[in-house]
């Protein structure tokens, strides 16, 4: 396993140290046996009780593992498959994501033929307009769980 993971389920393990009882008890035992298991006791983690878990310096990680817990244990039946829509739907997208990427570098020596082609029509004009894509990034899946979980993993 790698060492961020490590680490990460030693933060999973310190928040989970510190949620109310009733939380902890969804949450299988053996699950809790395998963050002992596989964390890196040697990270260096405090958790602040003063912040809530969203202003928490979390690794990515962290996170992420925060988000399946949610969804697997803590949040009932209609979210849960709302989530797990949601996720298939975001899989989706990333692999037609990947198909365009691959289209657009396909395409690639038709652009520059075109460029070339233009180049040499706008040589005589002195202006020339540059054009690009903008990537918008999209929102992390995690990042709108990690907010519901906020009301579950109050640390104070």
Request: with cysteine.
């Amino acid at each position: 396993m790698k060492l961020e993971y490590k680490k990460a389920l030693f933060e999973v393990y310190k928040i989970l140290e510190n949620t109310d009882k009733e939380t902890k008890e969804k949450i299988p035992k053996r699950f809790i046996n395998f963050l002992k298991e596989n964390m890196d006791e040697n990270h260096e983690f405090k958790l602040e009780e003063k912040k809530e878990l969203i202003n928490q310096n979390l690794m990515t990680e962290t996170k992420q593992i925060i988000a399946l817990i949610y969804r697997d244990y803590l949040c009932d039946e209609k979210e849960r498959k709302e989530l797990l829509e949601n996720e298939k739907n975001k899989n989706k997208e990333n692999k037609v994501e990947e198909n365009n990427k691959n289209s657009y570098e396909i395409n690639f020596g038709k652009i520059k033929e075109n460029e070339n082609k233009n180049n040499r029509i706008n040589r005589n004009n002195e202006t020339k307009e540059e054009k690009s894509l903008i990537r918008i990034p999209n929102e992390k899946w995690y990042r709108r769980l990690l907010r519901k979980i906020l009301e579950i993993f109050k640390v104070s």
